[in-house]
T-cell receptor
Framework: LAKTTQPISMDSYEGQEVNITCSHN???????ITWYQQFPSQGPRFIIQ???TKVTNEVASLFIPADRKSSTLSLPRVSLSDTAVYYC?????????????FGGGTRLMVKP | GAVVSQHPSWVICKSGTSVKIECRSL??????MFWYRQFPKQSLMLMAT?????????EQGVEKDKFLINHASLTLSTLTVTSAHPEDSSFYIC??????????????FGPGTRLTVL
């Protein structure tokens, strides 16, 4: 499984756009990039997944450059409720084990 | 859709007792469920992979005789912490993979169970 590196923590203010970058230098051809969000004392929640270029949903956007060695999760106009830990994972498709390996994640603190 | 529940949400027990935690997939069938443990301010650590109808696969360093896992149906997996001790106090989270979600490899997580052993 590809190892991921992301900042330990980030601070932001309400209304700002937040970009969290994740490095995954040894990503494989059949790997997808997936982001999860975890609020305190709750299980992680799937946010977004992508393979290349750009993916957007109602929650976030995911930007993946051509070499796929990094990815950026973009949260538009954050609010206090976006304070959480965000995990970047690189997952292979057609993996019989399908286990998830969580790195340290990025602790986002949104301030008023 | 894709809701996973856990019961109980929190439990306090005395040292030496056993505690059972249930994980249910409410609106889908899960051939595989996973159990994680999370200590304060730390990331999730996979404990074991549970496949319906077969024995669980434990990660290195996780005692299978202490953390008993049963996955008797496609919607229910249980984790029993036997002879719990204070160092077992943690946040236990399960996840389930929709048997139809093979390509996306997406897992759905339960809300977690906070175990405190006195």
């Amino acid at each position: 499984l590809a190892k991921t590196t992301q900042p330990i923590s980030m601070d932001s203010y309400e209304g700002q756009e937040v970009n969290i970058t994740c490095s995954h230098n040894n990503i494989a051809t059949n790997d997808y990039i997936t982001w999860y969000q975890q609020f305190p004392s709750q299980g992680p929640r799937f946010i977004i997944q992508g393979y290349k270029t750009k993916v957007t949903n109602e929650v976030a956007s995911l930007f993946i450059p051509a070499d796929r060695k990094s990815s950026t999760l973009s949260l538009p106009r954050v609010s206090l409720s976006d304070t959480a830990v965000y995990y970047c994972l690189v997952l292979p498709t057609f993996n019989a084990g399908n286990m998830l390996t969580f790195g340290g994640g990025t602790r986002l603190m949104v301030k008023p | 859709g894709a809701v996973v529940s856990q019961h109980p949400s929190w439990v306090i027990c005395k040292s030496g007792t056993s505690v059972k935690i249930e994980c249910r997939s409410l609106d889908f069938q899960a051939t595989t469920m996973f159990w994680y443990r999370q200590f304060p301010k730390q990331s999730l650590m996979l404990m074991a992979t549970s496949n319906e109808g077969s024995k669980a696969t434990y990660e290195q360093g996780v005692e299978k005789d202490k953390f008993l896992i049963n996955h008797a149906s496609l919607t229910l997996s249980t984790l029993t912490v036997t002879s719990a001790h204070p160092e077992d106090s943690s946040f236990y989270i399960c996840s389930a993979r929709d048997r139809t979600g093979f390509i996306r490899n997406e897992q759905f997580f339960g809300p977690g169970t906070r175990l405190t052993v006195l």
